[in-house]
């Protein structure tokens, strides 16, 4: 498989977070151009991948998790989480989970 996926865990209960809205920009063009917008199901993951595997390629990209308007905690850190990465090698899978709390996010590279 190749291509970007995401999912999110809410660490506040262990759970996945579900209806989470979550953007891919492509950060090559000025202003980055968005590739793909959608919201988590109740899995925390998103119904197809962020970047299909038939368009898989290099290059440098950014997920937003808007996990502000999810929240809505008046004493929230985070409004729209940013994660930017690379894309070296088009033939591999990038899982780029989210694990975040209102006043806290995380990420890695999943398989």
Not at 11 to 17: D, E
Not at 40 to 68: C, I, K, W, Y
Request: charged share 20%; net charge neutral.
């Amino acid at each position: 498989m190749t291509g970007i996926t995401t999912h999110v865990l809410d660490i506040t209960n262990g759970r996945p977070l579900a209806d989470l809205r979550v953007e891919l920009f492509d950060m090559a063009t000025t202003p980055p151009t968005r590739l793909h917008s959608t919201r988590t199901n109740a899995d925390g993951r998103t119904a197809a991948p962020m970047l299909a595997p038939q368009s898989a390629r290099t290059g440098h990209f950014e997920l937003r998790f808007h996990v502000g308007e999810h929240f809505k905690a008046s004493d929230g850190l985070s409004d729209v989480v940013p994660v930017r990465f690379s894309i070296a090698d088009a033939a591999q899978h990038y899982h780029v989970p989210m694990l975040c709390a209102p006043w806290f996010f995380s990420t890695y590279r999943g398989s």
